[in-house]
């Protein structure tokens, strides 16, 4: 079945750029009917979701991060990528990478990552 | 953006409870809305699509109701491993968000 996979640093000085990549396996990100996603949670917080890309490259960012938000897409490598700008101790958190169900009703998360923990510190 | 409000913020509750969690957001999202449950140290599983629709191998314990600002999640019966947070998030518009969550507790 389809499984997604974090990889990257683990630890990110502050000012420096955090950059992780998701690798999808057991089936095709160049699906009509999804989208890919990102989405991080703050050590003992809720979750919030950072963006999401469709295989096109077409993107959606959150507001709050759009200025030092990236995300991209690679099909032939079955992965997409995130790359936040300019962090600080707030930008530490669990990442989880996600894909995106594009139904007629509603659109949802539907499969996870397990997540990366990503600290920001000197 | 779209603020959704979840409560209790925490709850305890027994093994074989009848438990009800409400979300509630600030503006209409007609039918948009998800509800995860996440264990410690693990990833946010979906349980609930479209404000009532069972994700597939999800127990049919779980039920969800609620259209335009107010949704509800119910246990119909709670079970050990049942015990977790929960989160629903609105895809209406973007930004996407979350509840804060309501923390599900063994009484």
């Known amino acids: 079945q389809l499984q997604l996979q974090e990889s990257g640093p683990g630890l990110v000085k502050p000012s420096e750029t955090l950059s992780l990549t998701c690798t999808v396996s057991?089936?095709?990100?160049?699906?009509?009917?999804?989208?890919w996603g990102w989405i991080r949670q703050p050590p003992g917080k809720g979750l919030e979701w950072i963006g999401s890309i469709y295989y096109s490259g077409s993107t959606y960012y959150n507001p709050s991060l759009k200025s030092r938000v990236t995300i991209s897409v690679d099909t032939s490598k079955n992965q997409f990528s995130l790359k936040l700008s300019s962090v600080t101790a707030a930008d530490t958190a669990v990442y989880y990478c996600a894909r995106l169900y594009i139904g007629r009703r509603d659109d949802a998360f539907d499969i996870w990552g397990q997540g990366t923990m990503v600290t920001v510190s000197s | 953006d779209i603020q959704m409000t979840q409560s209790p913020s925490s709850l305890s509750a027994s093994v074989g409870d009848r438990v009800t969690i409400t979300c509630r957001a600030s503006q209409s999202i007609r039918s948009y809305l998800n509800w995860y449950q996440q264990k410690p140290g693990k990833a946010p599983k979906l349980l609930i699509y479209?404000?009532?629709s069972l994700q597939s191998g999800v127990p049919s314990r779980f039920s969800g109701s609620g259209s335009g600002t107010d949704f509800t999640l119910t246990i119909s019966s709670l079970q050990p491993e049942d015990f977790a947070t929960y989160y629903c998030?609105?895809?209406?518009?973007?930004?996407?968000?979350f509840g804060q969550g309501t923390r599900l507790e063994i009484k």
């Open positions: 057991g089936g095709s990100i160049s699906s009509s009917s999804y989208y």
């Open positions: 479209a404000a009532s």
């Open positions: 998030q609105q895809s209406y518009s973007t930004p996407i968000t």
